[in-house]
């Protein structure tokens, strides 16, 4: 079983549909990560967070550090919103351990 | 500062080659991570600077790979004797002590034929 997991693998909505993610760990963290991949490769950090809520934009990430998960929203999603999005979680001195990713798809 | 840089973005390589790869991080960041991405799977940790210690080392990382920050600056990967199960993308990445600020640079893709 990996330590971090992500659900669903694959996701594929409508413009328009509100969009979550899911991460479950089973380590012990300081922090985790939202993080965006394009096609391509390049990876951008959307949200570090250690507790409670964060937005951006029509982001959201929660994270219930005792039930040891968390959650990416995305509201009024957008055929750009389309990549890989993955969890990490910060391990020792910053060290990050990775989901699989959730593949997202929305279409116009 | 323009981020995370890495060099080259693709190689190509015969089976049996060496390759080396660059990554110039942020230069305020003193942290600097190395990862290994195969196809349809999250990053995987490979290695970990702190400045130019080498902190600590994936067992992922056989005895053909080797990485050094020689001046806490820009660090190389190199892998010795490539095998075909070395294709992947190599993700580098720098951060400040308190981690918040973790930057990506775009990868290196390797494919080893």
């Known amino acids: 079983k990996n330590e971090v997991e992500q659900s669903p693998q694959n996701l594929t909505a409508q413009e328009g549909e509100f969009i979550t993610i899911n991460c479950s760990y089973s380590?012990?963290?300081?922090?985790l990560h939202w993080l965006q991949q394009h096609p391509g490769g390049g990876i951008v950090s959307l949200f570090m967070?250690?507790?409670g809520k964060k937005k951006h934009g029509r982001l959201i990430a929660t994270i219930n550090i005792q039930e040891k998960h968390s959650s990416l929203h995305i509201t009024a999603s957008h055929p750009r919103d389309s990549a890989v999005y993955i969890c990490a979680v910060i391990q020792g001195a910053q060290k990050l351990v990775f989901g699989q990713g959730t593949r997202l798809t929305i279409n116009p | 500062d323009t981020g995370v840089s890495q060099d080259p973005r693709h190689k190509i390589t015969k089976r049996g080659q060496n390759v080396t790869f660059r990554c110039d991080p942020i230069s305020e960041h003193n942290r600097l991570y190395w990862y290994r991405q195969t196809l349809g799977q999250g990053p995987e940790f490979l290695t970990y600077?702190?400045?130019?210690?080498?902190?600590?080392k994936s067992r992922l990382l056989s005895d053909r790979f080797s990485a050094e920050r020689p001046k806490g600056s820009f660090s190389t990967l190199e892998i010795q004797r490539t095998e075909q199960g070395d294709s992947a993308m190599y993700l580098c990445a720098s951060s400040p002590e308190g981690g918040s600020g973790y930057t990506f640079g775009s990868g290196t893709r390797l494919t080893v034929v």
């Open positions: 600077f702190q400045n130019e210690a080498q902190l600590e």
């Open positions: 967070l250690s507790s």
């Open positions: 380590v012990g963290i300081s922090a």
